[in-house]
């Protein structure tokens, strides 16, 4: 239903069945797509319709309010209950919420803690490659070897808009690359 209401002409749109059934069927995924391309928000959103529960890091606060913000107005919800956002200073979720926007710093902590209460960890703008990142990265690698990811189904999407992802793909166990090429607009000035 909330795809009614999305602008379906971005990049990553075209490339929709083939993201999800690469997700579901590997431990982690790596997406590169430029910036503007709809992945921040689109991939969360269809993994969220399928009934998963996803937690989507972002490096600042900003984005982590904004794109929950976004996220609940095109869908229709209340900002706190099925859509939120946490980050190190303030918070909308509840425990209606499946789809939650979280600061890396705050998601590395949560991981840290063992506390891993998604289906689906979508980690976003890895390109930034910030401390929390290269923790979080360190993280997944452990839960691949030591088969947490296994064991509890769960699933990890790596995304960036200029990422090295065959450095990526090779730290990972050889973890999937899928690339969405960005679209041009005409400059007039």
Known sequence: ???????????????????????????????????????????????????????????????????????????????????????????????????LYVTDGVQMIREINGRRDYDVLVLDEVHEWNLNQEVMVGLIKKNIDSGVYKASKQRVVIMSATLQADRLYSFLNKAPIISVAGRGFPVNM
């Open 1 to 99: 239903e909330a795809m009614k209401k999305l602008d379906t002409s971005l990049p990553i749109c075209d490339h929709q069945q083939s993201i999800l059934d690469t997700i579901a069927k590997n431990y982690v995924t790596i997406l590169t797509a430029e910036t503007g391309a709809g992945k921040s928000t689109r991939v969360p959103l269809w993994l969220w319709e399928k009934g998963k529960r996803v937690h989507v890091t972002q490096p600042r606060r900003i984005a982590a309010r904004s794109l929950s913000y976004y996220l609940a107005h095109i869908t229709g919800k209340t900002l706190g209950q099925e859509v939120g956002y946490q980050t190190g200073f303030d918070s909308k979720m509840s425990n209606q919420t499946q789809l």
